[in-house]
């Protein structure tokens, strides 16, 4: 939903809110009015009543219903006249409201003027309602014992439909004229609600592409988790752009040496007098080839390790099952040139198997390479507090304490070892594993000679 909509959304959503409630309020304090009004209506008529039965004398000698003369009507305002509804002579709606008084015999005693089709004889005392010439009267009837008359108070329904027209009207124009400020008042707030976002939209906008920085702009607290998602994700698109960068840098300083061994191999092969000069260019050859070949492996298994995407495959596995199958990765030949002391029972941890393979793998093929002919190799692990420590050892010359820190750092070689071939990629994958699996990962040069390696993994 686009910001206009949400604007829109938040301003017609509360105007509807605030219509339905005021109509609704209306509704109800009309229907109240129009109760209380029928209220004082009825008891009009049976205050007339009873006021008329007070007041009624019977006259000396008994008339005939010829002789009796209905008051008349204020008839000559028609409905619908633009005439005054009342004057010096009465009132308009004075053919709207009457009465009748009968005898007990049912004779009329008197009237108002009335319809010829109304008749009120024979109703019992109380309120009804009757349909006379296509109008609705409202009646009251009530019997005064003391002269034995029935009084008739009566009313048409469009006296009282008329009056609650004009209630509903006086009720809707408020109605109208409230609602129109209220809908500027919220389109006023909506609009200030809504500015933090139009400025946050507004910062994204002036933003150079290659800034990844964290986004800091000011935000209600609803929006407060927008910004942090925001946040997270520039920080992994930072994360993977630096990732992507240090692998095509990593590539390109790495692979050049071989590249260039390659080509200068290459060149002697064909420039070569003799067939044993071929030979030994083609062998040159075959090893730049086969350290580039083992260079780009670790180098695409590190930038696994370093993805975002990366997820581990952990189950139970044996130490010594994982210290087995690293040492079958190794050379045989090599392998049988040191004497190993591997002590690991039957403790078991929690790991990917492949990597942590492939973690002592390096360790082991280190621990050879730095290490004289026919000295011992020690494969120590021990249980303590949930955790499992493999120990690696060699009896090789050791590291200079002012660099044990730096070990583990990509591509970083010892200058003492600087004939030895290698990457300096080995430790910085072990390093790696251990993090990925919530271990640790020590170095530290052994009391007599030589390095040892302390592997802390979680049971």
């Not at 009457?98 to 108002?112: C, F, K, M």
């Not at 009566?154 to 609602?179: I, K, T």
């Not at 300083?253 to 260019?281: F, Y």
């Not at 210290?323 to 990917?352: F, G, M, T």
């Amino acid at each position: 939903m686009s910001l206009w909509s949400l604007r829109r959304s938040l301003v017609v959503g509360i105007n509807l809110a605030v219509v339905t409630v005021l109509a609704a309020t209306a509704w109800a304090s009309y229907r109240d009015i129009l109760h209380e009004l029928d209220e004082v209506f009825d008891a009009q008529l049976a205050q007339t009543a009873k006021s008329l039965a007070t007041f009624y004398a019977p006259p000396k000698n008994k008339l005939s219903v010829t002789q009796i003369i209905p008051i008349s009507a204020y008839d000559d305002v028609g409905e619908g006249s633009s005439t005054e509804e009342k004057g010096p002579s009465g009132h308009k709606y004075e053919s709207k409201i009457g009465y009748q008084i009968h005898g007990v015999d049912g004779n009329l005693l008197a009237s108002t003027n009335q319809p010829q089709s109304l008749s009120l004889k024979g109703l019992e005392a109380g309120y009804h309602t009757l349909k006379s010439d296509k109008n609705t009267w409202f009646i009251f009837s009530y019997f005064e014992e003391s002269k034995d008359i029935w009084v008739h108070t009566f009313q048409r329904q469009d006296v009282r439909g008329e009056l609650s027209g004009y209630l509903a009207s006086e009720q809707l124009y408020p109605l109208l004229l409230m609602w129109v400020p209220i809908s500027l008042i919220i389109l006023f707030i909506v609009y200030i609600v809504l500015k933090p976002v139009n400025r946050f939209a507004a910062d994204l906008r002036a933003r150079e592409l290659n800034n990844l920085s964290p986004v800091e702009s000011e935000l209600p607290n609803e929006l407060v988790p927008i910004r942090q998602a925001l946040n997270r994700l520039l920080h992994q698109i930072k994360m993977f752009s630096e990732r992507e960068k240090r692998f095509v840098a990593d590539a390109s300083h790495e692979l050049r040496t071989p590249l260039s061994a390659i080509q200068v191999h290459a060149e002697n092969v064909i420039s070569a007098d003799s067939l044993g000069d071929a030979k030994h260019s083609g062998k040159s050859i075959f090893y730049s080839v086969e350290r580039m070949s083992r260079l780009v492996n670790q180098l695409l298994l590190l930038n696994r390790l370093d993805s975002l995407n990366f997820t581990e495959k952990f189950e139970e596995v044996e130490i010594s099952k994982l210290v087995s199958l690293a040492l079958n990765n190794l050379p045989i030949n090599k392998v049988e040139n040191h004497q190993w002391h591997i002590d690991v029972s039957s403790i078991r941890i929690i790991c990917d198997e492949t990597l942590i393979v492939s973690a002592l793998t390096n360790l082991l093929s280190n621990a050879m390479k730095f290490s004289p002919k026919n000295s011992k190799i020690q494969i120590v692990a021990t249980e303590a507090a949930n955790r499992v420590i493999i120990k690696v050892a060699d009896e090789g010359k050791g590291v200079p304490e002012e660099i044990l820190e730096r070990l583990g750092e990509r591509f970083y070689r010892l200058q003492e070892h600087s004939g030895v071939s290698g990457s300096g990629l080995g430790l910085s994958i072990t390093h790696k594993i251990v993090q990925l699996h919530h271990g640790k990962i020590s170095f530290n040069n052994a009391y007599t000679t030589g390095l040892e390696v302390h592997i802390e993994l979680p049971k």
